[in-house]
Nanobody, 125 residues
Framework: QVQLVESGGGLVQAGGSLRLSCAASGRTFTNYAMGWFRQAPGKEREFVAA????????YYADSVKGRFAISRDNAKNTVYLQMNSLKPEDTAVYYC??????????????????WGQGTQVTVSS
């Protein structure tokens, strides 16, 4: 049984920062690419960022490139999402997910088979 537990969400003013964490347990964390997705009310879940198993390669949605940074600490089985210069349109529930295909990352949510419960991020204007 794989468990992913997100934390670090909250309410922040526009221009502020938050750091999300996702703690993993239940399988060899280092064998899998990890991703962050988000879902705003009334919208589909969308890709935010992904990271390779080693942390060497990272990938971002155009909407967050230059503002967000994904990283991982394999010794702690944890992946992070540092979010800077937050905008009201970043408001959403943020989910971390583990790839279904080892180190192959994807922008498609259906390519991830384990998900956390989500953490709410609200950015006020």
């Amino acid at each position: 049984q794989v468990q992913l537990v997100e934390s670090g969400g909250g309410l922040v003013q526009a221009g502020g920062s938050l750091r999300l964490s996702c703690a993993a347990s239940g399988r060899t964390f280092t064998n899998y690419a990890m991703g962050w997705f988000r879902q705003a009310p009334g919208k589909e879940r969308e890709f935010v960022a992904a990271i390779s198993w080693s942390g060497t390669n990272t990938y971002y949605a155009d909407s967050v490139k230059g503002r967000f940074a994904i990283s991982r600490d394999n010794a702690k089985n944890t992946v992070y999402l540092q979010m800077n210069s937050l905008k009201p349109e970043d408001t959403a529930v943020y989910y971390c997910a583990s790839s279904s295909y080892g180190n192959n990352w994807s922008r498609r949510s259906q390519d991830y088979n384990y998900w956390g419960q989500g953490t709410q991020v609200t950015v006020s204007s």
